[in-house]
């Protein structure tokens, strides 16, 4: 198992390198220049000023190198946009992108697996095809436009949710930051009255998410158990007069684990940097706002910054899902290491 966990680290240090010279490339490959944007004038000695200030006129291998030195001593640089440096406002944006992106998944996987081995049970009828139904109707709705359905019919109409201003009420009491999310946070505090708001807040932007990114989890659920349920030891079992419902949800599940857990970490890999629409409708101050307004502004720092940060979390739950593979089937281990 050690030996499987450290070839799988290597191989993701050298996906991170790679992921970090990439954005550096194209980062500086963007179209525009920062200087005017930073400057908001044309004096060519102010913009050659502020090149030699900010290193743009050096080679980009220079560039590179000054990069890769600044990243080994935790300097992702200083953020144009904000004025800070990007690891700050990375550091506190963050936490929101976790709980949301966490949030969203637990409530996907929870809708999801339910309804792919209900759809897999009973193949072909009433409740398969409205389970299709469903995940071409959460594939097809646009995430902002969902979001913006949403806040319409529980915040304006029903009057049943918060106003979608952030993670909180104006005048909740915050608690003391341990972990950084508001909803475990004001649990660990006994603050019930903040935990009751910060999860209200959270619930309209987490259904919006949950409802597209149900349906991949759903898909291969319901592809998985019909496998599983095809396969001759499910029909040994039956014949054995095992109950249907032990064979379906510990035999057949249990062998669809592999599948499940790689569509859950994509998933979640996704919604930690791919929730930028969600955050924009609902002024979320997660780090994908914090990229949106960064590209914007050509913010060569905080573009980067955010890239390898969103990077380095895929990699590590990438990292964390092939352990779990090992832990749940010994044979990818063993395949993987070239042992019978």
């Given amino acids: 198992m050690l030996q499987f966990f450290l070839r799988r680290l290597g ?18 490959l963007l179209p525009g220049n920062p200087i005017l944007v930073h400057a908001g004038f044309k004096i060519p000695s102010t913009i050659k000023f502020l090149e030699q200030q900010m290193g743009l006129d050096q080679p980009l291998a220079v560039q590179f190198q000054r990069y890769l030195v600044g990243l080994a001593h935790g300097d992702f640089g200083q953020s144009w946009y904000s004025g800070n440096p990007v690891a700050l406002d990375l550091q506190q944006r963050l936490p929101a992108s976790l709980e949301l992106a966490g949030f969203s998944t637990i409530l996907a996987v929870l809708v999801a697996i339910p309804l792919g081995i209900l ?28 979001g913006l359905v949403l806040i319409f019919v529980f915040y304006y109409t029903l009057h049943i949710a918060p106003a979608p201003l952030g993670r909180v009420g104006t005048f909740a009491e915050l608690p003391h930051q341990i972990t950084g999310l508001l909803t475990v946070d004001s649990l660990l505090a006994g603050n019930l009255p903040t935990f009751s708001d910060a999860f209200g807040h959270l619930i309209l932007p987490g259904i919006t998410l949950a409802l597209v990114v149900m349906v991949p989890v759903m898909r291969i659920t319901r592809a998985s158990m019909l496998e599983a349920l095809g396969q001759p ?34 998933v979640f890999g996704y919604l930690i940097g791919g929730a930028v629409l969600v955050e924009k409708v609902f002024s979320w101050p997660g780090m994908g706002q914090y990229a949106l307004n960064s590209l914007l502004e050509n913010d060569y720092a905080a573009v980067q910054g955010f ?34």
């Fill in 233 to 266: 030891y499910i029909r040994t079992a039956r014949a054995a007069g095992i109950p249907y419902r032990k064979i379906v949800l510990v035999d057949a599940l249990g062998n669809s684990l592999v599948n499940l857990l790689t569509v859950a970490g994509l």
């Fill in 119 to 146: 759809s897999a049970v009973k193949r072909d009828s009433l409740w398969d095809h409205l389970a299709r139904v469903l995940g071409v109707g959460g594939v097809s709705m646009p995430v902002f436009w969902l």
């Fill in 11 to 28: 191989l993701s240090i050298v996906s991170l390198f790679g992921a970090v010279l990439a954005t550096f490339v194209i980062t500086h």
């Fill in 307 to 340: 890239i390898l940060v969103v990077t380095t979390l895929y990699i590590l739950n990438n990292l964390i899902v092939d352990v779990l593979y090992a832990a749940v089937d010994p044979r990818i281990r063993s395949a993987s290491l070239g042992t019978s």
